[in-house]
């Protein structure tokens, strides 16, 4: 950290941005700004000094040294205008005031970008979510190359919407662009940085030039085959999950069915099997939704010219509450999830990454989920799976209890267990509690776990709420 109370800290910016300026000719200069945590300052007398010199004060939701941070950039800003140059930064930059007119980068999703843009800043839209090129592109961990983590198919970029809904026409005028990162810290060659780019930055291209209305992901995968020629004549190192079969699960809650549907670039043929073995040239062809009502290894390839593609698995896993209706009484997070409260009995287990879309995250409330058995059912236990990630403030449940009901109304407590607060030395991982009861006749089953709603001390994010992330409850 560069002390900001001292006067050599700004005229030693002066002189880094001075030589930058020499290197490079270009309109913008970056200058980061992101994830400069404010320990020091809060401690450094030099710091305190400025900071009541310069009459900051904590306000507005952002603390006096975020105001601190603020003025270090607006210094780095204003010195380069001086020399004609624009300040772009990470959207960080926003907190503590917005240095005139500096361009943000929104990268921890969209909600920087709208801030900025409604205070007519401009604005490149590079959100995490969408748009980092450095998370995996398959849930197949074990046959990719090692990536530091998160989940961005092909599809989910191709879906990204730079300008967001939030924003009047005249706000939206500041969206002036779309970027990609690619962070190498996992990636020890080019050849390994063409394959996380490619065939993401072509769907990238399409989001940039194309209009929302005219964007169609079928028609882009079925160019993108021809397209890929191009990759192979150049001898560019590619991603080919586009070739392989792509499954999408959904319930059917009236029939309390899963259906499964498949699809491959250019719709090639595709064959597949139900028990886990290797689908062969002779296995049985899809031709439309597969229906499911018990448990299933879901194997699938595409064949093309007589070559067969790399073999796509899904498991699916029945019990007598997979495909029922799940009614929650607290929201979830915003960013997870999904499918609500039927990504709770979907058949789909969740894995090790908390993002894939299996689990459901809540952050502050407690996941309180009434699960509809659609008919009077035997039920003697229950079932659930937590997953923690203490740097990504996933904790785990601190209480789980079970109720049963036959109106879905009035419920009877028939099991319960506490857990004690997480330890640092806890290792990440999925847990499984299985709370067992008397067996019983019901409709109606409720299931509660609480949240860690204070975070113990030896965590950074002491004292404020933890996220907890559930999925699949089984009942049997
Ligand atoms: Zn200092």
């Known amino acids: 950290m560069l002390c900001a109370g001292n006067d050599k800290t700004l005229t030693f910016i002066d002189n880094v941005l001075k030589e930058i300026t020499q290197l490079f000719?270009?309109?913008?200069?970056?200058?980061?700004?992101?994830?400069?945590?404010?320990?020091?300052?809060?401690?450094?007398?030099k710091c305190q000094a400025r900071i009541?010199?310069?009459?900051?004060?904590?306000?507005?939701?952002?603390?006096?040294?975020?105001?601190?941070?603020?003025?270090i950039i607006t210094h780095a800003s204003n010195y380069l205008k001086s020399l004609g140059r624009n300040t772009i930064g990470w959207d960080e930059i926003l907190?503590?005031?917005?240095?005139?007119?500096?361009?943000?980068?929104?990268?921890?999703?969209?909600?920087?970008?709208?801030?900025?843009?409604?205070?007519?800043?401009?604005?490149?839209?590079?959100?995490?979510?969408?748009?980092y090129f450095d998370y995996y592109q398959s849930l197949d961990k074990a046959n990719e190359p090692l990536a530091i983590g998160g989940y961005l198919p092909l599809e989910t970029v191709y879906s990204y919407e730079p300008m967001p809904k939030e924003l009047t026409a005249d706000e939206a005028r500041h969206i002036i662009?779309?970027?990609?990162?690619?962070?190498?810290?996992?990636m020890p060659t080019f050849k390994q940085m063409q394959y996380m780019a490619l065939p993401r930055l072509a769907a990238l291209s399409e989001v940039q030039w194309s209009q929302p209305a005219l964007k169609d992901y079928n028609s882009f995968t079925n160019r993108?085959?021809?397209?890929?020629?191009?990759?192979?004549?150049?001898?560019?190192?590619?991603?080919?999950?586009?070739?392989?079969?792509?499954?999408?699960?959904?319930?059917?809650?009236?029939?309390?069915?899963i259906l499964i549907h498949m699809t491959t670039a250019g719709n090639a043929e595709i064959r597949y099997t139900l028990d886990g073995t290797e689908p062969t040239a002779n296995s049985t062809l899809y031709t439309g939704a597969i229906v499911l009502q018990k448990s299933a290894k879901i194997r699938a390839a595409a064949f093309r010219n007589g070559k067969r593609s790399s073999v796509t698995s899904q498991d699916i896993?029945?019990?007598?509450?997979?495909?029922?209706?799940?009614?929650?009484?607290?929201?979830?997070?915003?960013?997870?999830?999904?499918?609500?409260?039927?990504?709770?009995?979907?058949?789909?287990?969740?894995?090790?990454?908390?993002?894939?879309?299996?689990?459901?995250?809540?952050?502050?409330?407690?996941?309180?989920?009434?699960?509809?058995?659609?008919?009077?059912?035997d039920v003697s236990s229950v079932s659930l799976n937590t997953c923690v990630d203490k740097g990504s403030w996933i904790f785990d449940a601190r209480n789980i209890e079970v109720s049963v009901s036959a109106d879905g109304k009035s419920f009877t407590k028939v099991a319960s267990k506490s857990l004690p607060a997480l330890e640092e030395q806890t290792p990440d991982n999925i847990y499984?509690?299985?709370?067992?009861?008397?067996?019983t006749t019901t409709r109606y089953v409720k299931v509660t776990a609480t949240s860690e709603h204070n975070i113990p001390e030896w965590h950074g994010g002491k004292g404020k709420p933890a996220f907890l992330f559930v999925d699949e409850i089984s009942v049997k």
């Open 25 to 45: 000719p270009s309109k913008y200069i970056h200058v980061g700004g992101d994830e400069c945590p404010k320990t020091q300052w809060q401690k450094c007398p």
């Open 52 to 71: 009541k010199s310069l009459n900051l004060e904590a306000k507005d939701g952002h603390s006096a040294e975020e105001r601190l941070q603020s003025y």
């Open 95 to 131: 907190e503590g005031g917005l240095a005139e007119g500096a361009t943000v980068m929104s990268w921890r999703g969209e909600s920087g970008g709208i801030a900025a843009a409604k205070q007519h800043h401009d604005v490149v839209m590079t959100p995490n979510s969408y748009l």
């Open 177 to 186: 662009g779309v970027q990609a990162n690619i962070w190498t810290e996992y």
């Open 224 to 257: 993108l085959t021809e397209f890929t020629h191009l990759y192979d004549r150049l001898g560019y190192n590619y991603a080919k999950h586009l070739y392989n079969v792509a499954i999408h699960v959904d319930s059917d809650n009236k029939w309390r069915e």
């Open 317 to 377: 896993s029945f019990n007598k509450a997979t495909a029922c209706p799940v009614e929650l009484l607290q929201p979830t997070h915003k960013n997870y999830t999904y499918k609500g409260g039927a990504t709770l009995t979907d058949g789909l287990l969740g894995d090790k990454g908390f993002g894939t879309g299996r689990w459901l995250g809540f952050s502050g409330n407690d996941l309180e989920a009434i699960i509809d058995l659609k008919q009077n059912t």
């Open 432 to 439: 499984t509690y299985e709370l067992t009861f008397p067996q």
